[in-house]
């Protein structure tokens, strides 16, 4: 585990939330998302944390409000009134045994994962690390559709825990930066690879392989990377 990095097993690209959003909108997206937590980016950088127990925490002990009244008060208060302002942290280039570490020494579910200049570009849990010693004990990663491993086609950098559907334009590779946008080549977008006019999908085509995008890992591939 120690000689397992945290950029391999990370979630990324990092889904993120502004300081001005609504406990409301912060609520749908973890429910749209099926995560626990969200990191609050502001201009770019960290500001904070907010989690699902964040969000039954601002519940109200007056429980003389009704469902509506109390969906009327998140959509009023901000997620920067209730978020956590210092947040514990990880570098990608840290292994894997320090993140669970902290993880236990803090007494939380996950770390954002940041880099040298302060972005955040992913975020890692205790569900990437029982993951991970699954596939050490195993010698073969589970498979998820709901959170494959990608690879990024610019610099190789693996990219995991985004469905296919949810790559936007605007995200990038968290190592080289490299947007991960729509092919100019092909114009067509379904949502990690160029096909190029042809049934398969997924394996780039030797020679013809597009730039553009990032492609899945094959099955084979070993955990020890």
Known sequence: MKDQRVADWMSTPAIVIAPTATLAEAQRLMEQRRI?????????????????????SAQPVDTTLSYYEWRALLDRVTVAECMTRHVITITPDASTLDAARLMLKHKIGGLPVVDDEGRVVGIITESDLFRLQIALATGSELQDTARPTLVCHHCGAVLRGRSLETIGRDDQCWRCHYHLHRCD???????????????ERHTPIPGRDCKQFVYLVAQDQSVGR
Do not use: H, Q, S
Not at 37 to 56: S, Y
């Open 36 to 56: 626990r937590r969200l990191p609050i980016v502001e201009n770019g950088k960290l500001a904070g944390i907010i989690t699902r127990g964040d969000l039954r």
């Open 185 to 199: 080549n092909c114009r067509y977008f379904n949502g990690i690879g160029c096909m190029l006019d042809r049934p």
